[in-house]
Structures are given as structure tokens and as C-alpha cells.
């Protein structure tokens, strides 16, 4: 692991953001700021990420009323759900390790094209942005906050691979948002799996048995504590129950995910 990416350092350090419009000011007789998702890159302070429009949020609230508005979900898995459910049909057949799971929103637009900005082409600068939409997220759900945040890890070859921990920066960001500690320090990857795409649900679990374990030290710092484990996208939940059930063994009380989007369901296996 390269100890400049990701320390276990408590994120209390101040880093303002960047300037932007006083909030509520608009300037309309100004021209559309010069950046699009996916296109050349660069963004202009004050401007949304999604439509351009003038903000002091990173998303105008228009934006955030139509893609980040909360909706009824599995409180173990976050799929949506209809008909005043608490828990889906899968969740309640076979538990998850994972108490509350919290979601932005579906894995669409635009989440999908600034998940991809903020994991592939090097925009650290998007936790901001991430992080703050989901802490909006939990204080809509009234969910008692963790104790810390622990970033769903990468194994060191993919980091090195990657050079860059995007689950480190969301749970850093979120750290700083609602003073709580991140720690990439207690939980490790040991090996990746074979990508899951085609593989059924048991041999997604079965393959990543052992996939993570705790680093020295841990042990005795997590026994007893409630622990939000983060990431950028819930796809099949093999991944982030593996990491939850490998900190509950390790005697943690209880473990949340909270991640930006949440793919819809996949077909049933
Ligand atoms: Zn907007
Ligand atoms: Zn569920």
C-alpha cells in the first residue's frame, strides 16, 4: 500500500471548498459555464456537475430534487422498494452481515457518468460532491451516524494498478463532513476474485471467502464498535458483505454500507 494514498489518520483536517456563488445567487445573464460529464475534463468553481447551471453545491438543488431524491429502500441491501417494505425478498430469506445500507440513488444517470469521472479519470475532486450528497442522504434517513468509516479496500496490486482509492476518498470526505474518524488502516484486501459477471450468487460468495482480514492491530480497536463501510457503487453485494462479515467475526457490533449508487436488481439465480 502506498502510505501516501491512504493513512489512518483521523480526517479532521481542514480543506475548504473551493469558491463558488454566495448561496441563492444566480447570474443568469452570464453564459453556461464551459464543461459537460465526460468531456474535456475541467470544471469551473460555482458551476453544477450535471447540467452547467450556476451553484455554490456542486449539484444545483433542481439537479439533486430530480437525481438524488431519497426513495423507499432495503435497509440491508438499499434496492428500492415498493409497497411500505422494510426489506427485500432477499435480504429477508437469506440476512446480509450488513445492518443499514444507505444509497444516493440507482446506478443512472448521472451517477454512473460521475462515478466513472471520479474512479477512472483521476477527479478526486467529485468526493466533494459524492461524499456531500450522501451525507444529505443520512440525515434524510435519520440513521445513527458509525463510529467511523472504514473504505471497502482494494488489494495492493489493484491500487497499485489504479493509483488512486477512490472508497478511501469517500470515506475521507465523509469523515470530514460529519467528524468522524476514516480508517483505511483496519481492514485489508488480500486477493480480488475473478470478475462476478456470470457467476452465480453462491460462487460470487464462495470465491471471496477470505478475501479480507484484518490488519495487525485492528482486532483490538474495532471489538464492540458500529462501523459504516463505504464505497462507490453496490452492484451484487458480494464484495461489501464478504468485507462486513469479515469485521463482524472480528467482534465489531454492527456494520453499515454506505455507498453513492446501487445498481438495480439483477435477475434472480
Ligand atoms: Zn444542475
Ligand atoms: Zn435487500
Known sequence: MNPGLRTGEPSSEPRGEPPGEPAGRRRPGLPRPLRFIGGAGFTLAGSCEVCGGWTDRRL???????????????RHCALPLAGGQAVCGQCLR?????????????????????????????????????????????RHDGLPLPEAFVPVPLSDQRLAERGYDQAWQLARQLGRRLQRPARADWLQRRFDGRPQAGLSRRERLTQLRGAFGLRAGAPAQVQGRHLALVDDVLTTGATAFEAAATLLAAGVRQVDLWVVARTPAPAPD
Open 60 to 74: 444545483c438543488p433542481p439537479c439533486r430534487q430530480q437525481y438524488a431524491a431519497p426513495q423507499p429502500r432495503c
Open 94 to 138: 437469506t440476512p446480509p452481515p450488513v445492518q443499514r445500507c444507505l444509497c444516493v440513488a440507482d446506478y443512472g444517470f448521472p451517477w454512473d457518468r460521475l462515478i466513472l469521472r471520479f474512479k477512472h479519470h483521476q477527479a478526486p475532486e467529485l468526493a466533494l460532491l459524492l461524499g456531500d450528497c450522501l451525507a444529505v442522504a443520512a
